[in-house]
């Protein structure tokens, strides 16, 4: 028999009659549920169904829009996707002088690990553009030596773009509001310590000269608060005090960043992750 399957999905505050109010709806519509997973985490519900619309009784954008209406009413997010719809993620990586984790992202989306569109590399400076090139990612660059024209230039080219998300890979500017506004949760930014420890520039010779013995860094969604948004993932590396020289140090802590910075832009793509009361809870990906 032929099946319409589809992807319901379902994330807000946790509270009674959710399930019952979204599936009696269902239902009603003739629509079947094949498959739901469901789970609360710190308080904050979701769930993902399975269902099958072959017998839908009303238009897929009635159903759409009944369903945003019982999302507004219990105040949680419900959004609704036809199952294999390809809807592969835009992502643009800004970059400024280090190439380490441009090589990496790059790398790791050449072999499919990171699967999503690159559709640019936007910079600062001219330097990283032959590794732009290398893996064949559009390169677009404007200084910053005027502040304001730079954050110009990176608000013109992500509306053209339109990413899904943005990945900061060692791009050294502080993002403008603006920027931060238009694509709140959607920024994903590595630093080079495990926050909330060293915040700010240099962060490994303030690690370095504090003597501390486990340094690490931090992949984080970005906010209008310099290094303070919520974290995604922290990875550390060890530090032989009185042996390791400072160079030894961010060599360490570079090979560390690239790692952790992809695998937060994998978990982003695969949709496993839910921002919530500024923190980061981790979910199955889709179905």
């Known amino acids: 028999m032929p099946t319409s399957p589809a992807i319901i999905t379902i994330i807000g505050r946790d509270q009674k009659g959710i399930v019952a109010r979204v599936s009696t709806y269902l239902a009603e519509q003739n629509v079947n549920i094949e498959n739901i997973d469901q789970r609360v985490m710190e308080g904050l519900f979701i769930m993902t169904m399975l269902v099958d619309l072959a017998d839908l009784s009303c238009s897929l954008d009635q159903l759409i ?13 419900v959004t609704v996707r036809l199952h294999g719809e390809k809807s592969r993620k835009r992502m643009v990586i800004l970059v400024s002088r280090e190439p380490h984790c441009l090589e990496k992202l790059a790398h790791d989306h050449r072999d499919g690990l990171i699967d999503a569109d690159i559709v640019a590399v936007l910079s600062n ?4 553009r032959p590794v732009a090139e290398k893996y064949q990612l559009p390169f677009r660059y404007f200084p ?4 304001k024209a730079h954050m110009e230039f990176l608000l ?3 509306s053209e773009l339109r990413p899904d998300l943005v990945v900061l890979a060692r791009y050294m500017q502080i993002l403008s509001p603006e920027v931060v506004n238009a694509y709140r949760n959607r920024i994903i930014n590595i630093h080079p310590s495990l926050l909330p420890y060293y915040p700010g520039a240099n962060a490994y010779r303030q690690a370095y000269e504090a003597g501390v013995r486990v340094c690490g860094c931090t992949a984080h969604f970005v906010t209008e608060e ?7 993932l922290q990875d550390v590396f060890h530090i032989e005090v009185g042996k390791d020289t ?4 961010k060599q360490r802590g570079r090979e560390l960043e690239a790692s952790v910075l992809s695998r937060a832009v994998q978990m982003f793509i695969k949709e496993e992750l ?9 979910r199955p990906g889709r179905l």
């Open 125 to 128: 400076h001219e330097v990283l």
């Open 246 to 249: 400072l160079e030894d140090v």
């Open 226 to 232: 310099l290094d303070q948004g919520p974290v995604i």
């Open 156 to 158: 013109r080219e992500l």
């Open 144 to 147: 910053s030596t005027d502040k």
């Open 274 to 282: 839910v921002v919530a009361d500024g923190k980061v809870l981790f």
């Open 65 to 77: 829009l009944d369903l945003k209406k019982i999302g507004r009413e219990m105040q949680v997010d």
